[in-house]
């Protein structure tokens, strides 16, 4: 089955940009997706197809992908950021892939 | 507006059953596929089940297979989840989630979630 793995945990000053990995066997050859969950709260999605933006979400939140990494980018940071961010791909054998997610913490 | 309203959770014993449900408005849900996702207590977000837009293609996750059944009934707007033979590692809370891809796009996500709806699994 394929694996999605992230960091436990990112720490980043108002402001300033956090950068979110998730590393997978040639994910740049898999379209990635990122999801949003604050405390108590369902999922949102927060970026599809690697780059792109459900209407609602910020600009300052974009995405990346290549090799055996995919990477969520919060720039600006706020602190209405905080919150548990999770990556995914669809893989023909396992189906839908989430990451072992990462907590954003804003200092 | 999109708007998914789980119900159906609560307390039930070792290999015990529920079924969950789903209520779709705000969209064609005829359109769409649909899945189920859980999350247990302090975890992250573990996939279950999907189902295609006509009912026809159903998918599973390995440790739910012949345990649960996905279903949808495209006249009432509505998707669920029987859930039987129920395991204490399945305690988590269901989420019922919109794909709003297509076959060619060739991958799969979920743009719109319900609240969820919590099934604790203990004697």
């Known amino acids: 089955s394929y694996v999605l793995t992230q960091p436990p945990s990112v720490s980043v000053a108002p402001g300033k940009t956090a950068r979110i990995t998730c590393g997978g066997n040639?994910?740049?050859?898999?379209?990635v997706h990122w999801y949003q969950q604050k405390p108590g709260q369902a999922p949102v999605l927060a970026v599809y197809e690697d780059s792109d933006r459900p209407s609602g979400i910020p600009e300052r939140f974009s995405g990346s992908s290549s090799g055996n990494t995919a990477t969520l980018t919060i720039s600006r940071v706020e602190a209405g950021d905080e919150a548990d961010y999770y990556c995914q791909v669809w893989d023909s054998s396992s189906d839908y892939v989430f990451g072992t997610g990462t907590k954003v913490t804003v200092l | 507006e999109v708007q998914l309203v789980e119900s159906g959770g609560g307390l039930v014993k070792p290999g015990g059953s529920l079924r969950l449900s789903c209520a779709a408005s705000g969209f064609t849900f005829s359109s769409y596929s649909m899945n189920w996702v859980r999350q247990a207590p302090g975890k992250g977000l573990e996939w279950v089940s999907s189902i295609s837009s006509s009912g026809k293609y159903i998918y599973y996750t390995d440790s739910v297979k012949g345990r649960f059944t996905i279903s949808r009934d495209n006249a009432k707007n509505s998707l669920y989840l029987q859930v039987n033979s129920l395991k204490a590692e399945d305690t988590a809370v269901y989420y019922c989630?919109?794909?709003?891809?297509?076959?060619?796009?060739?991958?799969?996500?979920?743009?719109?979630w319900g609240q969820g709806t919590l099934v604790t699994v203990s004697s």
């Open positions: 040639k994910i740049g050859s898999k379209s």
């Open positions: 989630a919109r794909d709003p891809s297509i076959a060619a796009a060739g991958t799969s996500w979920l743009d719109s």
